[in-house]
């Protein structure tokens, strides 16, 4: 779904707020439950399944030997390389289900990543009806962008276009060198302070 968005319901969405997820934890015994974290785990076993739908089932253990499960849909195609015995970290929510701890939507991190962007709902519209796009669908939809070729490119040449400022002159009047690089601190903050 997320390719059937336009520029305008996609490249004009900028983040709300930013998580910050510089702390790292190696023990999901002092992961909060229902929290955005990050946690290092070590992958002990992954299975690729295509049906009913494409994902990795994940098993790991923490640093002293926790073990957690997890599913993977969303960029399930980024574990394909990781191998079993690999020390990551996962961005992801711990529950508990059935007395066991397990992942919830665990994604893989980068060294890099320690802020994630937070969108707000955009209104998408199909076949003549508007329906809100909820924030995860509009993450996604901007990940899928922002993944393709000179995104950031046109994503500049977009906003310079929508309000008919030249894109040196929208830059200089932000006070930043280029709206490139102004967007890729807007989506993908090394930091908090980014």
């Known amino acids: 779904m997320a390719q059937n968005y336009s520029d305008d319901e996609i490249l004009l969405a900028l983040p709300r707020t930013y998580i910050d997820l510089s ?86 991190l980068n060294d890099s990543a320690h802020v994630e962007p937070v969108y707000s709902p955009v209104l998408h519209t199909t076949g003549g009806e508007q329906k809100k796009l909820t924030p995860k669908a509009v993450t996604q939809a901007v990940r899928n962008r922002l993944a393709r070729p000179n995104a950031l490119r046109l994503m500049s040449t977009h906003i310079s276009a929508t309000v008919g400022i030249a894109e040196h002159q929208l830059a ?23």
């Open 23 to 108: 702390e790292k934890y190696t023990r999901l015994y002092d992961c909060p439950e229902d929290q955005l974290v990050v946690i290092e785990l070590s992958i002990t076993s992954k299975i690729l399944k295509q049906f009913p739908r494409k994902c990795v089932s994940i098993k790991c253990v923490d640093s002293i030997g926790q073990a957690v499960d997890g599913t993977v849909y969303a960029e399930f195609w980024r574990w394909k390389d990781i191998q079993v015995g690999a020390l990551v970290q996962v961005r992801a929510k711990k529950a508990i289900y059935a007395g066991k701890p397990v992942l919830v939507s665990p994604v893989l």
């Open 172 to 194: 200089q009047q932000m006070g930043v060198n280029s709206l490139s690089e102004w967007l890729k601190n807007v989506h993908s903050p090394r930091t908090i302070e980014d």
